[in-house]
């Protein structure tokens, strides 16, 4: 069971927008910094998001990442066919005393 | 545009030591005050930070794994290594390296290897 939780599967059609949930605690998302990560299987990891809502040079303004209390979000508009894929959150956690992941989403573009 | 790349044995042993080597290209290991993890990914499960070293040789473990990670820098080869000994099954995943930062911050990630534990 991971740390944080996240929904095993999302899906939206072209065009649309998506929002993929983390759910955390206070030791972790409610006192740290949130990052984002895409991953497609067999490729690098890609950092998407980081400090809640900061984008890295680069990533499309279509990502967008906020937080409230001890839940963070990501959010992608405009979806794309290759937007398909794993997406993970991850935040230092104060009680563990390492980082943690959440167990990831699958995107799915109908 | 900095890159990293693992390398290593692919087939390890139960109760041996996993060694695994992370090339980083495109920029030195040496500059800009980050530190260098290791992470992984067992099939079907979610992504485990193992731990970082910084170029210094200061490191830090998931406590976790702690008893059983080695991380080391080579600044004159511009790269670093993981060691994981005592290894089992439950060690089976695929591997990746990343540029770390803030609690959190991997950027960028190699591709990983997959690593698979069996006798």
């Known amino acids: 069971q991971s740390v944080l939780t996240q929904s095993p599967s999302a899906s939206e059609t072209p065009g649309q927008r998506v929002t993929i949930s983390c759910s955390g605690s206070?030791?972790?998302?409610?006192?740290?910094?949130v990052y984002w990560y895409r991953h497609l299987p067999g490729t690098a990891p890609k950092l998407l998001i980081y400090?809640?809502?900061q984008r890295p040079s680069g990533v499309p303004d279509r990502f967008s990442g906020s937080k409230s209390g001890t839940s963070a979000s990501l959010a992608i508009s405009g979806l794309r066919s290759d937007d398909e894929a794993h997406y993970y959150c991850?935040?230092?956690?104060?009680?563990?005393?390492?980082?943690?992941f959440g167990g990831g989403t699958k995107l799915t573009v109908l | 545009q900095l890159q990293l790349q693992e390398s290593g044995s692919g087939l390890v042993k139960p109760s041996q030591t996993l060694s695994l080597t992370c090339a980083v290209s495109?920029?030195?290991?040496?500059?800009?005050?980050?530190?260098w993890s290791w992470l992984r990914q067992p099939p079907g499960k979610g992504l485990e930070w193992i731990g970082y070293?910084?170029?210094?040789?200061?490191?830090y473990f998931n406590p976790s794994l702690k008893s059983r990670v080695t991380i080391s820098v080579d600044r004159s080869k511009n790269q670093f290594s993981l060691k994981l000994s005592s290894v089992t099954a439950a060690d089976t995943a695929v591997y990746f390296c990343?540029?770390?930062?803030?609690?959190?911050?991997?950027?960028?990630w190699g591709q990983g290897t997959l690593v698979t534990v069996s006798s």
């Open positions: 990343a540029r770390s930062g803030d609690g959190g911050w991997f950027d960028p």
């Open positions: 495109g920029g030195s290991i040496n500059s800009g005050g980050y530190s």
């Open positions: 070293s910084y170029s210094s040789g200061s490191t």
């Open positions: 206070s030791s972790n998302i409610g006192s740290r910094f």
């Open positions: 400090r809640d809502n």
């Open positions: 991850a935040v230092w956690d104060d009680s563990l005393r390492t980082v943690v």
